[in-house]
């Protein structure tokens, strides 16, 4: 199976209670890859970078198993930055700079090898251009799509627009409210689920995620984390892990969908372990699997007599 991802390349800039990251490797497409790739080959990355993109990036996606055919590098522009800082209790972010750069004028165009490309995931990107990438797949299996509440504020109808065609909306919680005009997740999940995609995700930072269809509902827990270093890429990594283990197992029932949104929390819990990919670098099933049987038994219970 085949998972291509189209989202931002970043060179971040994170300053958290715990330290600070300069020009770190980032952006929405490169957390969501670096974790499915754990779970199917081939990822497929659509992206733009400056050419001043530093090798190493480079070279840590291709050495992952990461195909770059699909990335533009523009020559005599730069690579999208952002800033951001964190508050000491790592719920508030303040973003200290945004310089778009080549990514202001990105057009993802998908290789014609990209195009029978069996799951999508589309990450936080102008609504159009997740629209302009639906337009150019061929039949996929799944899409799943993110979204940020710039986007919710400013562009509600090609977000609308694009929402219809997704397989899977995945969303933060604050965001889930604001969408849905609500403060209740449960019927803001609802109020989604009926402008059009059959399964919505409502992500909920340390308290997990909510899964929900028309017909079921499914609350897991996130994993237990003694602390956080940096949150950034959290969202990402959750949609990679998520999208990597559909994509694995083939199986697009509840119940499996229910086992994609833990391992989607264990790959979030991982990539707050450090700045930017760097926990997620050097991962392997064994890990990644216990942290999923640690959710399991977190969460279980016996009925009383």
Known sequence: MSLLVVGSIALD??????????EILGGSATYIASCARYFVEPVRLVGIVGNDFPDKYLEFLKESNIDTTGLQIREGEKTFRWGGKYDEHLAGRETTF???????????IIPDAYKQSDYVCLGNILPSLQLRVLDQIRDP???????????????????LKTI????????SDSEAQM???TKNLVKAGSKIIDMGPPVVIIKKGAHGALLMTKDDMFTAPAFP???????TGAGDAFAGG????????????FENLKRAVVYGNVMASFCIEKFSVDAIKTLNSNVIDDRFKT????????LPD
């Open 179 to 181: 969408l849905a005009e």
């Open 98 to 108: 945004t310089e778009l750069n080549a990514f202001e004028t990105f057009d993802p």
């Open 13 to 22: 800039t994170v300053e958290t209670p715990y330290g600070k990251g300069q």
């Open 164 to 171: 219809k065609r997704l397989d899977v909306f995945v969303l």
């Open 141 to 159: 299996r799944m899409v799943l799509g993110d979204t940020m509440n710039f986007w919710i504020e400013g562009m509600k109808d090609d977000l």
């Open 295 to 302: 959710i399991h038994e977190l969460s279980q219970f016996s």
């Open 242 to 253: 998520f999208l990597g283990w559909i994509a694995k197992s083939r199986d697009h029932s």
């Open 225 to 231: 984390m003694k602390s956080v270093y940096d949150p």
